[in-house]
């Protein structure tokens, strides 16, 4: 499967975004997907993860409340969308797939499949 970001930008604090990410290739629902996230200087982060159904989401503590994921398997996208953002949440956005549902979303070695990344600014 293919995965191509996109709704990054340049926002103030406590603004919102919405990231998307298109998949392309194989079946859309046969995959779980998660939300990565690499700040300048750090390591990638989780951030979020759906599994592939849709049923089940995981959030990191700093973002419950704030960020919200959403897939929808007809449309073969996935979508973050990001509330009250803040200059912490400054990274490059990765979207992320794989088949295995049964593994930790946190973990980003388990994810297969990643697209090219979407830069979220967000000034004070």
């Known amino acids: 499967v293919q995965l191509q970001a996109s709704g990054g930008g340049l926002v103030q604090a406590g603004d919102s975004l919405r990231l998307s990410c298109a998949a392309s290739g194989r079946t859309f629902s046969a995959y779980a997907l998660g939300w990565f996230r690499q700040a300048p200087g750090k390591e990638r982060e989780f951030v979020v993860g759906?599994?592939?159904?849709?049923?089940?989401?995981y959030y990191r503590d700093s973002v419950k409340g704030r960020f919200t994921i959403s897939r929808d398997n007809a449309k073969n996208t996935v979508f973050l969308q990001m509330n009250s953002l803040k200059p912490e949440d400054t990274a490059i956005y990765y979207c992320?797939?794989?088949?295995?549902?049964?593994?930790?979303?946190?973990?980003?070695?388990?994810?297969?499949?990643w697209g090219q990344g979407t830069l979220v600014t967000v000034s004070s």
């Open positions: 759906i599994s592939r159904s849709g049923g089940r989401t």
């Open positions: 992320a797939a794989r088949q295995s549902d049964i593994y930790s979303y946190s973990s980003a070695v388990t994810f297969d499949y």
